[in-house]
């Protein structure tokens, strides 16, 4: 469970209803080693590695999860849609694996090679590998014959060059308090942002955006029309649980935003929110009522499919407006192409 430190930080972050001076010193190291990094990159002495395809990096500056899982997805797909043949890249957050690169397919251990991967892996059906070194891995997809590579998460993996940067925030908390960690949520500085190729923002932008990219975001949503059981036994229409009382357990990197799409269905939620990544016990989860248990599509990777029938994911879709994706989707599509020719 989320303990007393993580909640005070977060209302440090993101409310503004705490002190914020005893993490200012820690906070002046961290951007300190964020621009000593940057400058070694700069100059030479640490090198940053190009492949031969092009790479388009999917990440955010701000810590916790904002929606990059289901934005790799959605732009994995659309772009093999176009004839690219893409192949995804992740670290593997929560799994044991870290010693090579790891091919991973829907039928991996998540305990092993991470619950985002496998997810990646069963909804984008494009090659996945994971590897604490994404340069590596990234060849281990260009021998296997990828022509696009597509980085989760590794806006600040600067080793891995990159032809193109998405940056992915969250509309209902935005940057917080714009501050560095751990006075604030940011892993990098908000003026990183101007210099990003472009921003997504899962909900609603808000109306004092300050850079210009900020300005130019694209809004999307992540839709849930219906729940699956674990089992794979049957599927219900979300509006079938309204009214009724859940377990919702959510092991991601803002639960709130889960407990609220359910809550926004009309369902009354009895929450659970876990650590992004956490293992699932799946006794532990058998409350001792009768009620349902719903879970995301990640945290059900992790419990396989021989759990009893209360156990249900809710998968989601990301939603753009068409008038917006085709046009960033014909960029980047000319873009990725005319690279590639160069190449």
């Given at each position: 469970?989320?303990?007393p430190?993580y909640?005070?930080?977060h209302?440090?972050?993101?409310a503004?209803?705490g002190?914020?001076?005893p993490l200012l010193?820690f906070?002046?190291l961290?951007?300190?080693?964020i621009?000593l990094?940057?400058w070694?990159?700069?100059?030479?002495l640490?090198?940053q590695?190009?492949?031969?395809v092009?790479v388009i990096?999917?990440?955010n500056?701000?810590?916790?999860?904002?929606?990059k899982?289901?934005v790799?997805?959605w732009l994995?797909?659309e772009?093999?849609a176009?004839?690219f043949r893409p192949?995804?890249v992740?670290?593997?957050?929560?799994?044991s694996?870290?010693?090579s690169p790891?091919?991973?397919?829907?039928?991996?251990?998540?305990?092993?090679v991470?619950?985002?991967?496998?997810?990646?892996a069963?909804r984008s059906?494009?090659?996945v590998?994971?590897?604490?070194?994404?340069v590596?891995?990234?060849?281990?997809?260009?021998d296997?014959?990828a022509?696009?590579i597509?980085?989760?998460?590794g806006l600040?993996?600067?080793k891995?060059?990159?032809s193109?940067e998405?940056?992915v925030i969250?509309?209902t908390?935005?940057?917080?308090n714009r501050r560095?960690l751990?006075?604030?949520?940011?892993r990098?500085?908000?003026s990183?942002l101007a210099n990003v190729?472009?921003?997504?923002?899962?909900g609603?932008?808000p109306?004092?955006?300050v850079?210009?990219?900020?300005?130019?975001?694209?809004?999307?949503q992540?839709?849930a029309?219906?729940v699956?059981?674990?089992?794979g036994?049957?599927?219900r229409?979300m509006?079938?649980?309204a009214?009724?009382?859940?377990?919702?357990?959510?092991a991601?990197?803002?639960?709130?935003?889960?407990?609220?799409?359910?809550?926004a269905q009309g369902?009354?939620?009895?929450?659970?929110p876990l650590?992004?990544?956490a293992?699932l016990?799946?006794e532990?989860?058998?409350?001792?009522?009768?009620f349902?248990i719903?879970?995301t599509?990640?945290?059900?990777v992790?419990?396989?499919t021989q759990v009893?029938?209360?156990?249900?994911?809710?998968p989601?879709?990301?939603?753009?407006d068409?008038s917006?994706?085709?046009p960033?989707?014909?960029?980047i599509?000319?873009?990725?192409k005319k690279?590639l020719?160069?190449?």
């Open positions: 469970m989320q303990g430190l909640k005070w930080i209302r440090v972050w993101y503004d209803a002190p914020v001076w010193p906070s002046a961290y951007w300190a080693l621009r990094r940057g070694c990159y700069r100059i030479g640490l090198r590695q190009r492949m031969p092009p990096v999917v990440g500056i701000t810590a916790g999860g904002t929606g899982t289901p790799t997805i994995a797909s772009l093999k176009r004839g192949g995804i992740s670290r593997g957050y929560g799994g694996h870290s010693a790891m091919r991973v397919d829907a039928a991996s251990d998540p305990s092993v991470g619950d985002e991967p496998v997810l990646l069963r059906t494009c090659p590998v994971v590897d604490r070194d994404r590596r891995a990234a060849q281990m997809l260009v296997d014959g022509n696009l597509i980085a989760d998460d600040q993996h600067l891995l060059g990159r193109y998405i940056c969250d509309g908390r935005w940057l917080g560095v751990p006075g604030g949520p940011l990098e500085p908000a990183r190729d472009q921003i997504l923002v899962n609603r932008c109306e004092d955006c850079l210009a990219n900020e300005q130019n975001a694209l809004e999307f992540l839709q029309t219906e699956r059981r674990l089992n036994s049957l599927v229409p509006q079938n649980f009214e009724q009382t859940v377990h919702a357990v959510a991601i990197g803002n639960p709130g935003r889960f407990f609220d799409s359910l809550r369902m009354q939620v009895i929450e659970h650590a992004d990544h293992p016990d799946i532990a989860l058998n409350f001792a009522d009768n349902d719903l879970m599509e990640k945290d059900a992790k419990l396989g009893a029938d209360r156990f249900w994911f809710v989601v879709e990301l939603q753009m068409a917006l994706a085709g960033w989707l014909e960029q599509e000319s873009r990725m690279e020719s160069q190449s």
